[in-house]
């Protein structure tokens, strides 16, 4: 038997089970984890858990030692980067110079991803980055940590940086989050 | 969550990472306070998101119902398309039955399962046919009308 087998993981009963035992602290955490992943894409954070929920009772399998919010966590992330794997390859019917017998026109999808919905995305992309980082022009450390998040710096590597000890950097990371939900209670909106 | 080609989307999703992984760590009071502050109601947020949540397993439901409706109409129409199978004689496979006790070349197991014949019943004597069919023991007779 391999390993893989011996996994115990959750019925779907036991699945929906604990989805309806879920507290109002934990569905707070959901929304706002929710909130995050949608943040900036054509995605609405309802949708996303509501697509993390049929994921959860039709196709997925849950470990039985894995928290079903972390469980949940793990789904809305794997829909975020599908949706965003789909519009990069998807496909789009270009014109060609190419005829058919009749001697019309024949149209066939482009592999490549839309070159304008690319542009669109990347300058979509850097014009939240602008915004997010400008909320915290007054707060330097605040804007070194989040401009440290955006380049894939550590804790260790923030703090040192910063030089702010381990109480101070948490609460300036509540901060960030504070603001950013205040800015945008309904998401990105440029 | 990364980004081909797109460096920017790439640093925001970073960003979301970190700002989750705050999330995911938060106790739940902070949880909590955080979304009163940003003027929400807990406890009727919760009943919302039930009620979402039931809403999914509905629809997944119908959906699973849908796919079992559309396979059992499968199984029909190939039903109706199938051939009506042809009455066995059940003299003659009774007959047959007799014939592989009798083969001293049959395996033991057939032996042993045909020694019975006179106290099966006529589906066992078709069932057990059809198995010996399937094993190759004695070919098919057209007038048995047997697979």
Request: proline share 7%; glycine share 4%.
């Amino acid at each position: 038997m391999s390993s893989q087998a011996a996994i115990a993981v959750l019925s779907r009963d036991e699945i929906q089970l604990a989805i309806r035992s879920l507290t109002s602290a934990q569905w707070a955490r959901l929304k706002a984890v929710a909130k995050r992943f949608a943040f900036g894409r054509p995605i609405d954070p309802n949708d996303l858990l509501q697509e993390a929920f049929l994921r959860a009772i039709d196709s997925r399998q849950c470990p039985a030692d894995v928290d079903v919010v972390m469980f949940l966590v793990g789904i809305m992330r794997s829909v975020v980067s599908g949706e965003a794997e789909k519009a990069r390859n998807r496909p789009t019917v270009v014109m060609s110079a190419v005829v058919d017998e009749q001697g019309e026109p024949v149209d066939y999808p482009d592999p490549s991803p839309s070159v304008e919905e690319d542009l669109i995305d990347k300058e979509n992309a850097m014009l939240i980055r602008r915004s997010v980082l400008a909320l915290f022009d007054d707060d330097p450390d605040a804007r070194v940590i989040v401009e440290g998040d955006m380049d894939g710096w550590s804790a260790d590597e923030l703090r040192t940086y910063t030089g702010l000890d381990k109480t101070a950097y948490d609460s300036k990371r509540k901060l960030i989050r504070r603001r950013l939900n205040k800015t945008y209670p309904e998401g990105w909106k440029p | 969550m990364s980004a081909n080609n797109n460096p920017e989307r790439e640093a925001l999703d970073r960003l979301a990472d970190s700002l989750i992984d705050d999330i995911l760590n938060a106790s739940d009071e902070e949880i909590l306070e955080e979304f009163r502050e940003d003027g929400g109601d807990p406890e009727q947020h919760a009943a919302e998101m039930l009620a979402l949540f039931e809403k999914s397993v509905m629809t997944a439901n119908k959906r699973r119902l849908a796919e079992a409706a559309a396979a059992a109409a499968v199984d029909r129409a190939a039903a109706v398309s199938r051939p009506p199978t042809p009455p066995i004689d059940i003299d003659e496979a009774r007959r047959r039955l007799r014939a592989v006790r009798a083969n001293p070349n049959a395996p033991e197991k057939l032996t042993l399962a045909a020694r019975n014949e006179s106290e099966l019943s006529d589906a066992d004597i078709i069932s057990l046919m059809e198995d010996i069919f399937e094993l190759g023991a004695t070919p098919p007779d057209d007038s048995l009308g047997t697979p």
